[in-house]
């Protein structure tokens, strides 16, 4: 990330990227970023992502 506490979708892919995921479906990675990101802002807030890992987390 650049330090601003938030995450655009190309840092959000690039996450993927280095946690070894596969990214190569970009519209479903794209949907994911997009429900993460509830207030329709074009990026994932600090709040938002920690809820995200949370849930994901826990399934």
Do not use: P, W
């Not at 506490?5 to 995921?21: A, S």
């Not at 990214?23 to 938002?48: H, P, R, T, V």
Request: include cysteine.
């Amino acid at each position: 990330t650049n330090d601003d506490h938030r995450i655009g979708f190309n840092e959000f892919k690039k996450g993927f990227q280095l946690l070894g995921e596969d990214d190569s479906d970009e519209d479903s990675l794209k949907q994911e970023f997009d429900a993460i990101d509830s207030n329709d802002g074009d990026y994932i807030l600090f709040d938002e992502f920690c809820m995200y890992m949370a849930n994901k987390k826990v399934r």
